[in-house]
């Protein structure tokens, strides 16, 4: 027997179902989570990058902004703060003959291997089978508090590396990990599905 099949007998007898809701369920939910670990995940890239609120746009420098601009940047600079916000692409291929349904999923991201936020996307998503689909991933933080080691002008670049601003990359890292939902109750995947990117 699987370890996903050993697992979810365990999990079915906690939670007190009967014999019969056993034989049901575990046809169900492992097929499920079958169809999920079959799925592929690849890092497509970041979009709806903004800085203060500014939208970057693909290529964009510093160099491009205007006056108010630069002066919204400065202030932000003096009170050690830079908030940006972009999301994450992924690409999600379900080979399967049936559908593949997540729950919800954890995540964290990373830029230059250092990372950037552990949490919660908590949202369900279902991939038609033999089809191919994607999942979204909202991310706020603070460049300043995250990379304080660094100068300003350091960290300012950084957020226009994310646009594709400059010939010095920056290394996105992605890791994953899926739930499906088991009567109320969610079960992970069993491990982190690991991506990277190479954003120029």
Do not use: H, W
């Given at each position: 027997?699987s370890?996903?099949?050993?697992t979810l007998?365990i999990?079915?007898v906690a939670?007190?179902?009967s014999?019969?809701e056993?034989?049901?369920?575990?046809?169900?939910?492992?097929?499920?989570?079958?169809n999920l670990?079959?799925?592929?995940f690849?890092l497509?890239n970041?979009s709806?990058?903004?800085m203060?609120?500014?939208n970057?746009s693909k290529g964009?420098?510093?160099?491009d902004?205007?006056?108010?601009?630069?002066l919204?940047l400065?202030?932000?600079?003096?009170q050690?703060?830079?908030?940006?916000?972009?999301?994450?692409?992924?690409d999600?291929?379900?080979?399967n003959?049936?559908?593949a349904?997540m729950?919800k999923m954890d995540?964290i991201?990373s830029?230059?291997?250092?990372?950037?936020?552990?949490?919660?996307?908590n949202?369900?998503?279902?991939i038609p089978?033999?089809?191919?689909?994607?999942?979204?991933?909202?991310?706020?933080t603070d460049?300043?508090?995250l990379?304080?080691?660094e100068?300003a002008d350091?960290i300012?670049?950084?957020a226009?590396k994310l646009?594709?601003a400059?010939?010095d990359?920056v290394?996105l890292?992605?890791k994953?990990?899926?739930y499906?939902?088991i009567n109320n109750h969610q079960l992970a995947y069993?491990?982190?599905?690991?991506?990277?990117?190479?954003?120029?």
């Open positions: 027997m370890r996903i099949k050993k007998i999990i079915f939670l007190g179902l014999s019969c056993i034989i049901s369920n575990i046809a169900n939910q492992a097929a499920q989570m079958y670990t079959n799925c592929t690849n497509n970041v709806d990058i903004e203060l609120g500014i970057l964009m420098s510093k160099d902004l205007n006056v108010t601009q630069l919204s400065t202030n932000a600079l003096m050690k703060k830079l908030p940006v916000s972009f999301n994450v692409n992924l999600v291929n379900n080979p003959s049936i559908a349904a729950a995540y991201i830029l230059n291997d250092k990372q950037v936020v552990s949490t919660t996307l949202k369900g998503f279902n089978a033999n089809s191919k689909g994607s999942v979204v991933i909202p991310i706020t460049l300043f508090q990379f304080s080691g100068t350091a300012v670049n950084l226009f646009a594709g400059s010939n990359p290394n890292g992605v994953v990990k899926p499906i939902s069993p491990d982190y599905i690991n991506m990277s990117k190479t954003l120029r």
